[in-house]
């Protein structure tokens, strides 16, 4: 994704989503503010309120790291998402420096889909321990996810759509990448790789 495309992504996500968002969460304050509002009512709002909060501020750190490409190596970035997502659990991590310009489109896709499969784990697999490698050998990088967790995240699951794992597949099509996912009883064990540029 080029610089002019990642600048227009960020205005249309401004302009569509992040204030069709700020618009829910001051539709909330007012029936939060309204005196007819039952008690148990206002609970269930709050908790929906502080939801909406923190989507508007996923969607505006989106929004900046469109407009500000990270400068982080494929390796850093996948180590800092790896320590802040999958906090709480066991990481044992082998995260090698791989030939990849930060501000290429191969490793921001492989930072998208590196990011959905650990968020699939912490929120989804019940794990208690994740493992990520990165490797490059022979001109392939590999990048390797698994889980110690419950299982049902594979390709053939009829909750494809459910944990995002359609979206990561398109993602990885798009920039020429290989993926497998295997999950069962034993945890789930995503596998991508790609050609170096």
Same mark, same amino acid.
């Given at each position: 994704m080029t610089n002019p495309e990642r600048i227009r992504l960020a205005q249309e996500l401004h302009d569509g989503i992040a204030q069709d968002l700020v618009g829910v969460g001051y539709s909330l304050d007012l029936l939060l503010a309204a005196p007819q509002t039952p008690i148990d009512?206002?609970? %269930? =709002?709050?908790?929906?309120?502080?939801?909406?909060?923190?989507? *508007?501020?996923?969607?505006?750190?989106?929004?900046?790291? @469109?407009?500000?490409?990270? %400068? =982080?190596?494929?390796?850093?970035?996948?180590?800092?998402?790896? *320590?802040?997502?999958?906090?709480?659990?066991?990481?044992? @991590?082998?995260?090698?420096?791989?030939?990849?310009?930060?501000?290429?489109?191969?490793?921001?896709?492989?930072?998208?889909?590196?990011?959905?499969?650990?968020r699939n784990v912490a929120a989804h697999a019940a794990a208690t321990s994740v493992s990520i490698s990165l490797s490059c050998d022979d001109g392939l990088v590999v990048l390797k996810i698994s889980d110690n967790g419950k299982g049902g995240a594979d390709s053939k699951s009829s909750q494809l759509s459910r944990h995002g794992l359609r979206g990561i597949h398109e993602r990885a099509e798009a920039i020429g990448a290989r993926i497998a996912i295997d999950s069962d009883r034993s945890g789930t064990h995503a596998c991508l790789a790609f050609p170096t540029p």
């Open positions: 009512t206002r609970l %269930q =709002l709050r908790t929906l309120r502080f939801t909406v909060t923190d989507l *508007v501020d996923k969607v505006r750190r989106e929004m900046y790291q @469109l407009r500000q490409p990270t %400068q =982080l190596t494929l390796a850093q970035q996948l180590h800092i998402n790896a *320590v802040s997502i999958c906090n709480g659990l066991t990481l044992s @991590l082998s995260i090698a420096e791989v030939p990849l310009a930060p501000e290429s489109e191969l490793a921001y896709e492989i930072t998208k889909i590196a990011t959905e499969l650990l």
